[in-house]
């Protein structure tokens, strides 16, 4: 009698776990709070069904995204079982143990990292940079570009005065100087009844906005960290004459060609300033270009897309993430399944379909891939040069030092170009020196 | 038998208490009163002092707790008192907090004498004139930005109704030369009715039969204004001064709200900084003592001041 409720008993643990393989865990991911995080929470939904997880997720408004998930991170906070976090935090994630090392995971799953676009694998996924050593799965390919006003660019009346006052065609600038005259041929236009502007660009003081606003000119000028990449050697990089003039001609910009009062803007008023009819063109992640396509009154056919201007070579500030699991977390096994579901190639094909920018080769290598959207075409241009800033642990205090020197000189007055980057080069030298890197 | 009040509480102490209590001295039993609340002042206020103070000779990283934790000495004392940057904040806390109080005090005590008098709505009035400092500082800075806004602002527009100047002429967050002005301005407006409470409160502790007997002295209005009402409204008005000093010593929420410290680092009064080195840079032992400096000299500053107090109080 003992043995039969014995085996009986076995029977129906048994089937019972055959039938639900892993038991249901409440999973929580965290990201930044914009257009692609929804979208996220739809293709979610099918993971959701799939697995008998279930999906919460805690969105933080740009602003305040780091300042928010790095206290969270450094505090061993257990809000976040996935963090889909800014390319810059891996080095920190990495070497605080922050984010569950992925290798092991990678291979027993046969998760390869060369079936993802190599400038994301490099920028989202490894630390030290470069190195097999993965953190993160490649999730939101992003960098900054550009949008006009198609409707207004094909005007005749404009496209006649502007060759008539510039000797050039009006259309998609072709370098940052071309893209300076635009600017300068729309600025303070009346057009329809309305006083437009050349340009909106980022000069947001408090986060990263003025940092990766004025790298969109650094990079195209040639600007680099260091002379010799890992050896922390900075001077005649950092304030080389390419970028003293590339970071004047940010200056030129800001000065000449935005709105009045965008002394401290960034991703939320650049779109506002674009779908306000304010400005001619603006500066923004490639992230929201399907929402500015679809958006009704300054989308369809009045709005165009391009890569960041060239100017000495090709350059774009990356934008974009990875996601991680995070090592506080009490659902890592349910986290890492999650990781699984999102890397196979139908998933990220959808994910694209939804607005989310898949780094998958399978999505980017695709042959409709670029007709499949506008912008599809020039995020592939964008992803072949893009840069992106210090990953290093000691990220946001180069950020925020670079962050102050850039606002002081571009949107304060204060001083040149070169000496803020001079300024710049010792106020880094002082945190790699703390870093025991110097 | 009927037992009076103070026996019937001495017998519903239990017996074993009444006891222990019994053999205890007064100041025994005031210390058992009043432990508890030092044990506490000492947990969340004397601890985490001595705490920054040791933390503020380190090179401790809160976000990096595997790192070795080293003892500097005054590396961080020295660093920041040779860092142009922290005096350039100190300029723009001074200017901050020396311009808000004049104003505040100025128009406040001119509300408070204004109000004083008597007349119809005088209550209606007072009420109107304190609802700014009702509001949450964060919603405040966030409406005024949209009021300083150039091409919308009503603040330009007014400013241009009076002048003749184009409203997007001026950008008082976004120039150098305004936004410190701008920040005064919306601090004056939220606190100004602070000031005009405890000045009011002043005025009306004077005894009528004072000015009566001034005005029977033939003393002038002007007269009984310098020798009676400003002596004796002096010792609030100094009061007011200390409490609105020690918050725009400390100002952080309402100018993170309108500037964000900028434009560059105009408006970067010495709290902002502190708060960026040490939740945004995570240089703990150097924000430690940016601390404590802050500390030591709002500590010192008020010292003096209080002592000045009290002695205007004596006179």
Sequence with gaps: ?438 | MSLDPVEQAARATPVTVAKKIRGLSDRAIAWIFVGPTILLLLAINIFPLIWTINLSFTNYKANRPNRPVEYVGLRNYERILNDSDIWLNMQATAHFLVWTIVFQVLIGFTLAWLINRKFKGNDLWTTIIVLPMMLSPAVVGNFWTFFYQPQIGLFNYVVSFFTGADPSSFEMLGSVDLAPWAIVIVDTWMWTPFVMLICLAGLRSIPNYIYEAAAIDRASKWRQFWTITIPMVLPFLMLAVLFRGIENFKMFDLVVQLTGGGPGSTTELASINLKREAFEKWRTGYSSAFAIILFVTVFGLASIYVKALNKVKER
């Excluded at chain 1, 009698?1 to 129906?12: D, P, Q």
């Excluded at chain 1, 329809?192 to 000028?221: C, H, Q």
């Excluded at chain 1, 670079?402 to 080069?425: C, F, N, P, S, W």
Aim: proline share 5%; glycine share 10%; hydrophobic share 40%.
């Design chain 1, 1 to 438: 009698m003992k043995l039969k409720r014995l085996a009986s008993a076995a029977l129906i643990l048994g089937t019972g776990y055959a039938a639900s393989p892993v038991m249901a865990d409440d999973l929580t991911l965290c990201w930044a709070a914009w257009d692609p995080a929804n979208a996220l929470v739809e293709l979610s939904k099918d993971f959701e069904a799939q697995s008998g997880h279930n999906m919460s997720f805690e969105f933080v408004p740009w602003p305040n995204f780091a300042d928010r998930m790095l206290n969270e991170l450094n505090s061993g906070g257990k809000l976040c079982d996935l963090l889909i976090g800014d390319s810059q935090w891996i080095g920190g994630g990495a070497e605080a143990g922050h984010y569950v090392k992925l290798n092991d995971f990678f291979d027993s799953e046969k998760i390869s990292m060369d079936d993802f676009a190599p400038a994301t694998v490099y920028a989202y996924s490894t630390w030290p940079k470069g190195t097999p050593n993965y953190y993160a799965l490649p999730a939101m390919g992003d960098a900054n570009g550009w949008f006009y006003r198609k409707d207004w660019f094909e005007r005749e009346d404009l496209k006649a005065e502007y060759k008539a006052s510039t000797g050039n065609e009006l259309g998609e600038p072709k370098s940052q100087k071309e893209l300076m005259e635009v600017a300068k041929f729309f600025q303070e236009r009346e057009i329809d009844g309305k006083k437009v502007y050349g340009a909106s660009i980022f000069t947001e003081r408090g986060s990263e906005g003025i940092t990766m606003g004025a790298t969109s000119a650094l990079y195209p000028w040639g600007f680099k960290y260091e002379n010799t990449p890992g050896k922390y050697d900075m001077e005649g990089a950092v304030n080389s004459p390419e970028a003293v003039e590339a970071l004047e001609f940010y200056k030129g910009l800001y000065d000449c060609c935005t709105p009045p009062g965008y002394t401290d803007s960034y991703m939320g008023e650049s779109l506002d300033a674009f779908k306000s009819g304010q400005v001619a063109m603006a500066m923004n992640w490639f992230a929201f270009f399907p929402g500015l396509y679809a958006d009704p009154d300054t989308g369809g056919d009045k709005i165009d897309f391009f890569v960041n201007p060239p100017q000495n070579q090709a350059g774009s500030t990356l934008g974009g993430q990875g996601i991680s699991v995070i090592s506080y977390s009490e659902n890592q096994e349910a986290s890492l399944e999650y990781i699984k579901w999102f890397a196979q190639p139908d998933v990220q094909a959808k994910w694209w379909s939804m607005g989310g920018y898949s780094a998958h080769n399978s999505v980017l290598n695709d042959p409709g891939f670029k007709d499949s959207q506008p912008f599809a075409g020039d995020f592939l241009v964008a992803m072949d040069a893009v840069q992106d800033f210090w990953q290093e642990p000691a990220y946001a205090e180069l950020l925020l030092a670079m962050q102050k020197r850039l606002h002081d000189y571009v949107v304060a007055d204060k001083g040149t170009a070169k000496e803020a980057l001079d300024a710049l080069i010792e106020d880094w030298t002082e945190v790699f020196e703390d870093e025991g890197k110097l």
